[in-house]
């Protein structure tokens, strides 16, 4: 018989030196359950088993546990094993939960960086709803190696979707599921230089950082596209000798601003007429509060547009789920790349998906959330014409954040930033996004989809402080 499976957790510790074995294991334990790795009614391995994993005496277990359930760490009940006590470590575990940890490590109370949705709303009971719907359903070659495109169902379902939402005009054969759009910029990076004798890739002047180093790595040379009220001054894109465009059309990010209908046209002009490639890269289309969004620009030349989709601001990031839809002349070449990248994104995320957009919950949690998002929009807006009126706030029509213009005078944008910082409140300078040519003025992108419900009022207070004094 194998202990392991019969005896609850499995559970690793790292015993330190000195002071004999018994306080060892204590130890080890208290720390286990102080850091949140051995969370509250998680059941101990049985003494015997702990005991032969950590090559040490079976008594010597059993004290260290008697020891710990004395202190109140761990309770011991005839029947149902030695479990960590409801409460324990709950002081260390409540301050980890109550401050927001992001990719840097950093740790603030509030967070208005742009670049995350609301993840305290993410859709859960929908979510694995549908995954338990999606997981009965699905035949068991979904288990297996497969197209690299990723299932029909999704790309199905987000066929239909993007055609009914966003205009985009495309089937299911030329999509591919990709492990966010970070993944699908790289793809197109390499399907573009590799086979199509792609050399040079525009980019817009102010954007997300990565993307442009993605793209280099692909081996593409990048120039930059100026930004202004109209979005990307594509005029430039024959100039610039450029074999592809990386465009934001619904939302500029991070400026906010749509592409003009003059230079949607001017895009599709310059494409057809060179057999330019536009990557129309739509990561929060879904999110217009003012009038209907703007169709995609893939709907109007889907011989030269590929439409980039992404989960990451509609449900959450950490999903890793994005689409593309591809010209038919890109489709081998990128496979071919997402192939040689993971064989397939992962499948039963996939499924789960197809399943909430063909049951309609993923229509409901959008329409949901861009009223959730529409109102905090307001807040921030009404909040900073009374408290900061000399700030100018743009960019507001769509998305999850919003540009503020520091008026003339104001402190330097890194001085606010780390004043913020000082007070628990991540804040974003727009010079960060404004890739090498100093496109940014003097502005803060702030992102107020990011805080979770319950700390955006807090938020707003700490943001409208900091900027009440500037006038
Ligand atoms: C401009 C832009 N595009 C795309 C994305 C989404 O990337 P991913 O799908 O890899 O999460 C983001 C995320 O912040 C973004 O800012």
């Not at 046209?265 to 217009?288: C, H, K, L, P, S």
């Amino acid at each position: 018989m194998n202990d392991w499976a019969n005896s609850g957790v499995d559970l690793h510790l790292e015993l330190t030196a000195g002071g004999g074995t018994r306080v060892a294991v204590e130890g080890a334990l208290r720390e286990a359950v102080r850091d949140g790795r051995l969370a509250a009614g998680t059941r101990l391995p049985a003494t015997r088993v702990l005991a032969a994993d950590l090559g040490v005496a079976r008594n010597t277990v059993a004290d260290a546990y008697a020891q710990l359930v004395a202190e109140g760490w761990l309770t011991a009940r005839q029947g149902s094993g030695t479990r960590v006590a409801a409460g324990a470590g709950a002081a260390a575990q409540r301050a980890a939960a109550a401050v927001p940890e992001r990719a840097g490590g950093e740790r603030y109370a509030y967070d208005l960086r742009p670049g995350s949705p609301d993840l305290s709303a993410f859709p859960r009971a929908a979510w694995a709803a549908a995954a338990r719907r999606a997981l009965a359903a699905a035949p068991n070659e979904a288990f297996g190696y497969q197209d690299p495109r990723g299932r029909p169902e999704l790309r199905g379902a987000l066929a239909e979707y993007l055609a009914r939402v966003r205009g985009v005009r495309t089937e299911p054969a030329l999509m591919v599921v990709c492990t966010g759009f970070v993944q699908a910029a790289g793809l197109l990076g390499r399907a573009l230089r590799a086979e199509h004798g792609a050399r040079r890739i525009a980019v817009e002047a102010l954007g997300y950082p990565d993307t442009r180093t993605i793209l280099r790595l692909a081996g593409l040379e990048t120039v930059s596209l100026p930004v202004d009220g109209d979005g990307a001054r594509v005029e430039g894109l024959r100039e610039a000798r450029a074999d592809a465009v990386l465009l934001t059309p619904a939302h500029q990010f991070p400026a906010g601003v749509p592409l003009s209908p003059t230079r949607r046209t001017a895009a599709v002009a310059w494409a057809r007429a060179g057999g330019g490639v536009v990557i129309e890269d739509d990561y929060d289309g879904e999110f217009r509060y003012d009038r209907q969004p703007v169709g995609a620009l893939q709907g109007l030349a889907p011989e030269h547009v590929v439409y980039a989709g992404t989960a990451s601001k509609s449900l959450a990031p950490g999903l890793r789920l994005a689409w593309l839809a591809l010209p038919p002349a890109l489709l081998d070449a990128v496979v071919a790349q997402k192939r040689l990248a993971d064989h397939v994104s992962p499948v039963i995320d996939q499924l789960t998906l197809a399943e909430l957009i063909a049951s309609g919950a993923y229509d409901r949690h959008v329409r949901r959330m861009r009223l959730h998002y529409r109102r905090r929009r307001d807040r921030l807006t009404a909040a900073l014409a009374e408290r900061a009126p000399g700030v100018r706030v743009s960019g507001i029509a769509a998305g999850l954040h919003a540009v503020l213009e520091l008026p003339p005078g104001a402190p330097p944008v890194a001085y606010l930033v780390s004043r913020a910082a000082q007070r628990g409140l991540a804040l974003q300078g727009l010079d960060a996004l404004g890739g090498e040519e100093g496109a940014a003025g003097q502005a803060l992108v702030v992102g107020y989809g990011t805080p979770p419900e319950h700390a955006f009022a807090g938020a707003l207070e700490a943001l409208c402080g900091l900027l009440s004094a500037i006038r």
